[in-house]
């Protein structure tokens, strides 16, 4: 995966330390699905142990310092499921946008996708930016558990479809 202002690498164990720290803040754990709030160190530890075989995650880095992460999650109907989180000093800035774009081209071409779906809590607006940037069409409401919030939240659900043309050329190549 390659962006212009951002690199990508697997995660770690030491990462830990750094994740519970940006993930826990509370205004991105209650806008994902799967970290709890509080958030420790520990719980990441068991996170990082815990990342099924199939699922993809990155940290995302800027000037060698962890300010993210994005992944997917494949489904059993080929298709796979984006999410991605930036820590809150780095808002603002285009990167969550910059690495869900780097997160998306690599599905499509590198990870053979034909499809790919997202969603984001209603009360989400700068995420629904972010995947209306990234072409994504609407296909409904829905719900989704959030573990920071313990509850299951309206949400809106999302697809894109690889373009007829990169599918071909994919399999030109």
């Known amino acids: 995966m390659k962006s212009r202002r951002l690199k990508f690498r697997e995660l770690n164990d030491g990462d830990a330390a750094r994740i519970a720290e940006l993930a826990g803040d509370w205004d991105i754990a209650r806008m994902t699905a799967r970290i709890p709030y509080p958030y420790s160190e520990p719980l990441a530890h068991q996170w990082l142990r815990g990342i099924e075989p199939g699922e993809f995650v990155r940290a995302v880095e800027l000037g060698g310092e962890l300010i993210g992460a994005v992944g997917y999650m494949p489904a059993a109907d080929g298709s796979a499921e984006i999410g991605y989180w930036i820590g809150k000093p780095w808002w603002g800035r285009g990167f969550a946008t910059e690495a869900a774009q780097a997160l998306v081209r690599y599905c499509f071409a590198s990870a053979g996708f034909g499809r790919l779906t997202c969603c984001h809590f209603i009360d989400n607006p700068a995420s629904a930016r ?31 479809r690889r373009s007829v043309i990169s599918r071909f050329w994919r399999r030109a190549a």
Do not use: N
């Open 130 to 160: 972010v995947i209306s940037k990234l072409g994504f069409r609407r296909i409904g409401p829905c719900t989704a558990w959030c573990e920071a919030r313990g509850a299951e939240v309206d949400t809106v659900h999302y697809e894109r």
